[in-house]
């Protein structure tokens, strides 16, 4: 009798720890399943936002299609192609024509010299994977490299896409994270060529 009372609290303790272990389990795997979603909103939202902003027009290297000119999305967001040296881009003389770009689209000559689309993959040595999304979001709001580096040259359209919300640019962020590393280190840019000595 004495071990028939005691046992059924025993029993029914066991059962509510049972219960809360597998409440909070739940509890755990849900709030998991909520984070990824939100995480993969991000990344979606990135995707929608890199795609809109016209980044692959720049920064993924062109080729011929069969219907013309497209970005080769196999090197997609790699920037200007590492082997590819080009020679001198063509003097323009006295304007109104400012500048010339390669068929990749990923140099471009004006009077800052030659700047090449860089490379926005996660590849940790050519492209930003060492990156930290504050340094992504101060480069794009002020147009230094990592937020504190040399001033970007035309034309990346930083003063355009800096004024994306700080959501919007970590969304972008998160996106670059999650798409394939391409090892590839895109050159410097070239300065403007020395205006010609005076006789
Ligand atoms: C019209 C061409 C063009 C478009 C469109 C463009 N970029 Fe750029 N971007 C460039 C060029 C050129 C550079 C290199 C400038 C330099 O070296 O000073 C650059 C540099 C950058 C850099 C600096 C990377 C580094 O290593 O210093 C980031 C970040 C960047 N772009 C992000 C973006 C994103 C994100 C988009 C789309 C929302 C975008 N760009 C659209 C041309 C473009």
Redesign the pocket.
């Known amino acids: 009798m004495n071990q028939h009372r005691l046992g059924v609290p025993v029993a029914l303790l066991a059962l509510m720890a049972l219960t809360a272990d597998a409440t909070l389990a739940e509890e755990v795997a849900s709030a998991a399943v909520v984070e990824a979603s939100a995480d993969a909103a991000k990344v979606e939202r990135g995707r929608y936002?890199?795609t809109f902003?016209?980044?692959n027009?720049?920064?993924t290297p062109w080729k011929m299609g069969e219907n013309g000119p497209e970005p080769d999305m196999s090197r997609m967001l790699s920037g200007h192609p590492q082997q590819l040296t080009l020679p001198a881009a063509p003097a323009l003389g006295a304007g109104p024509w400012e500048g010339v770009w390669s068929a990749t689209?990923?140099a471009?000559a004006g009077p800052w010299g030659v700047?090449?689309?860089?490379?926005?993959t996660p590849d940790e040595e050519t492209g930003?994977g060492s990156w930290t999304e504050r340094e992504?979001v101060t480069?794009?709001r002020g147009g230094r490299?990592?937020g504190i580096?040399?001033?970007?040259?035309?034309?990346?359209?930083?003063p355009g896409?800096g004024q994306a919300s700080d959501e919007d640019l970590a969304a972008?962020f998160a996106y670059?994270r999650s798409i394939p590393a391409i090892s590839n280190r895109?050159p410097?840019?070239i300065p403007p060529a020395l205006p010609p000595a005076a006789p």
């Open positions: 936002l890199v902003g016209g980044c027009d720049c920064h689209f990923t471009w700047s090449f689309t860089r490379n926005l930003l992504f480069t794009l490299q990592r580096g040399r001033e970007l040259l035309p034309p990346m359209p930083w896409i972008i670059l895109v410097d840019p």
